[in-house]
Structures are given as structure tokens and as C-alpha cells.
């Protein structure tokens, strides 16, 4: 095919829930660049059902994907898709046995770590194939709503239908479901309690891959909460995500100083402990609370890993210690005196500029100055404000 023309796709089962730019990655990964994806999307010239798209929108099996012409994109992209190998009955039972909540709406898993959510390069392995296993109707697969990181062990949610994956990822997006994390960070933070607000970006030269604290980046916030100490060789902390950035908490208490243990993509060598302590990630999410389409909100707790729950008793911690903190503390960022302040100075920057495009037009090159307008009132303008 010409790659002058419009191509469409159809959308295939297999691929039903998944993110657009995990699609193009999939089927398309050697001839469309993630940069060309966004750029399409950025113009408008990325549809799916004919309305404009973007990397991160959820795709639906049946879906038609619009793609606009370009040289970029060889003929070879119209290949076929790979064959997706069924579930072995290992497999559904594996899936089976995280399921710790179930409802009208949802399943809602304890997902182990190691296992990656969903696929990609030369990840073949993952949560989002294994859905199939607790599929009860042909036409509604469980479909994902958010995710954890490969190594993050714990609570995820998944709806039963398309009508609940809405429901629910407008509550992930809008902020009202409520999460909370446990995590064993290295060293003493010193305070109790705390509020991280730090802009997080995507690190250059990582591709994509890790995230740093950076002015520009996206505002990210992170409440924590130490449950319990053990000296100055580690904590035991809370944390509950008031944002969702990628790797929020694992580059939030890094840029603290404390990184979690067995994080070694933010904390190096340094995230280890002595002692028998295990090198694997010590973040565990905890408990989500979330409304649901109908009847009461969803609210579920996981248990924490094998290798989690042997370091706090090496540690000599009590497991039991760490569930009592309220889950609806509001958000320091939404209060009215928050509110307020970000308004004045909203308030003192535009009138910074007004006064600013005061001064230019009456300076050189403006109405009135050298090499302006001569003429004199509003009709001596060359064109209005800008």
C-alpha cells in the first residue's frame, strides 16, 4: 500500500484494552515511532472511530484506528498479527487465586511482584494476557484500568466491562480513588510525617524509561507517613500518592534522600541493606478505596509479598502497626488558602504582562515610537492586541 494513503485498522480481540500507543508499539513498533504517534495526535490526525485520539487513550476490540498518510511507514506495516498462545490451565489458575475482592463491577487482585501488567518488547508474560482466565462471558473480557510496575506488588483493579473500565478510570483520573502504599526506605527521614511536592519529568537519556524531578515536569505530589524505625538503618513508611506520575513514589523519596529498598534504578547501590534483607522492591500497595458504578465503594486490601513481610520481622516490625492511618485526609494542595495564593499570584503575573504589552507598544517599532504608526488615536494602529 502507498504510504500517500490513509490506512485503517481494525482493532483485533487480543488487543482489546490496551493503551493506543502500546498498539502502535505492538503491530507497528519498526515503522512508527512513539514522537510520530504523538505528533498525530497532536494535529488531530490520529482517529479512532472516527474522533480524535491520543497515545494514551484505551483501545476496544472492533475499534477502527485512522492513521494519516506518511512516508514514514513502509507497506510492511499491514502485517499480520501474531497469534496470542491460549491460556495453559496453570495459568487461569494462577490468575484465579490473585483475586481477592469480587463484585458486580470488578475483579480486584493482589497482583505478585515480578509479573508486569501489561506487555511489551520481549514481554510476553503479563497480567493483562492472563484476564482471559477470568473472563465469564465471552463479549465482556476484564479489562485493566490503571497499573503497578512490574516489581510493585499489590491491589490492582480490574472491571468486568467497558461501561465499568469508564467509570473507573474517570475516578483514577479525577483523583477520588484513594490509595495507599508500604514501602521500607533507607535511613531515618528525620520527621514523622511530610509532603512531597516535586514536578517529576522523564529523565534524558533513559528513554522514557526513569523519571527525575525537574521544574518543568508535571506536578507530583506524595503524602508519607513513617509507620515504624528501625534506628537510622531504615524506615517503615506510608505513602499515598496524591497524583499519578510514573515511578511517582520510587523518584519521590529518592529525591528525599531515602530510597526504597531494592530500588536500584533510583537509589544505586545505596537502596541494598545488609543483613539478609532481600534485594527485591520493597513497595507494596496497600489498600484502595474507590467508588463503584453501583452499590457501595469498592474498598480492598492486599497482603504484602513473601520477602515484604520477612524483612519486617527481621526488621522487628509489626504488621499490624501500619493500618491505621485514615485514608481522607484532603489534599494540602486543594485547600482554600492553597487556592487562594495560586490565584493572587496567577492574578500578579497577568498583570506583569499587561503592563508589559503596555511598554512595548509604546516603545520602538510601536505605535507612537520610532518607526510606528504616525497616526494618532486607534485608527493609527496597525492591527490590535495580541
Known amino acids: 500500500m502507498d504510504s500517500g494513503e490513509t490506512r485503517t485498522f481494525t482493532v483485533a480481540a487480543d488487543d482489546d484494552g490496551i493503551r493506543l500507543d502500546r498498539w502502535f508499539k505492538r503491530h507497528m513498533g519498526d515503522e512508527v515511532s512513539f514522537n510520530l504517534v504523538s505528533r498525530w495526535a497532536r494535529t488531530g490526525q490520529l482517529r479512532l472511530n472516527g474522533k480524535k485520539a491520543g497515545p494514551g487513550d484505551r483501545i476496544e476490540a472492533g475499534q477502527q484506528i485512522r492513521i494519516p498518510p506518511t512516508d514514514a511507514v513502509p507497506e510492511r506495516s499491514a502485517r499480520p498479527q501474531r497469534p496470542v498462545d491460549p491460556l495453559t490451565d496453570d495459568e487461569r489458575e494462577f490468575v484465579r487465586e490473585m483475586v481477592i475482592a469480587s463484585t458486580a463491577d470488578a475483579f480486584v487482585l493482589n497482583k505478585p511482584p515480578g509479573l508486569a501488567t501489561q506487555g511489551g518488547t520481549k514481554t510476553d508474560k503479563h497480567l493483562d494476557r492472563l484476564l482471559v482466565g477470568l473472563e465469564e462471558d465471552e463479549d ?36 477520588t480513588a484513594r490509595k495507599v502504599y508500604w514501602a521500607l526506605v533507607v535511613g531515618d527521614l528525620g520527621q514523622d510525617e511530610g509532603l512531597i511536592d516535586a514536578p517529576l519529568a522523564k529523565q534524558a537519556g533513559t528513554g522514557g524509561e526513569k523519571m527525575h524531578v525537574a521544574e518543568d515536569g508535571q506536578a507530583a505530589r506524595t ?15 506510608e505513602l499515598q500518592p496524591l ?12 529525591h528525599l534522600g531515602h530510597p526504597i529498598v531494592g530500588d536500584a534504578k533510583y537509589g544505586g547501590a545505596e537502596a541494598f541493606l545488609t543483613g539478609g534483607v532481600s534485594r527485591k522492591l520493597h513497595l507494596h ?3 484502595l478505596k474507590i467508588d463503584a458504578p453501583e452499590g457501595k465503594p469498592i474498598d480492598a ?9 520477612e524483612t519486617l520481622l527481621t526488621l522487628g516490625f509489626e504488621a499490624r502497626a501500619g493500618d491505621n492511618m485514615p485514608l481522607d485526609r484532603p489534599d494540602p494542595a486543594k485547600s482554600p488558602e492553597v487556592q487562594a495564593r495560586r490565584k493572587a499570584a496567577a492574578a500578579k503575573t497577568a498583570r506583569k504582562e499587561r503592563k508589559g504589552e503596555r511598554r512595548n507598544r509604546g516603545g520602538p517599532g510601536g505605535p507612537g515610537g520610532p518607526g510606528g504608526s504616525s497616526g494618532s488615536g486607534g485608527r493609527g494602529r496597525s492591527g490590535g492586541r495580541r
Open 301 to 309: 486490601t492486599a497482603e504484602l509479598p513473601p520477602h515484604f513481610a
Open 285 to 287: 500497595a496497600r489498600r
Open 223 to 237: 503524602r508519607w507517613r513513617v509507620i515504624d524505625r528501625a534506628g537510622t538503618r531504615a524506615a517503615w513508611v
Open 140 to 175: 465482556q473480557r476484564p479489562k485493566l484500568v490503571h497499573r503497578l510496575d512490574k516489581d510493585t506488588s499489590g491491589v490492582l483493579l480490574v472491571a468486568r466491562s467497558a461501561r465499568a473500565a469508564a467509570f473507573f478510570s474517570k475516578s483514577f483520573s479525577g483523583r
Open 243 to 254: 497524583t499519578g506520575r510514573t515511578h511517582q513514589l520510587r523518584a519521590h523519596m529518592a
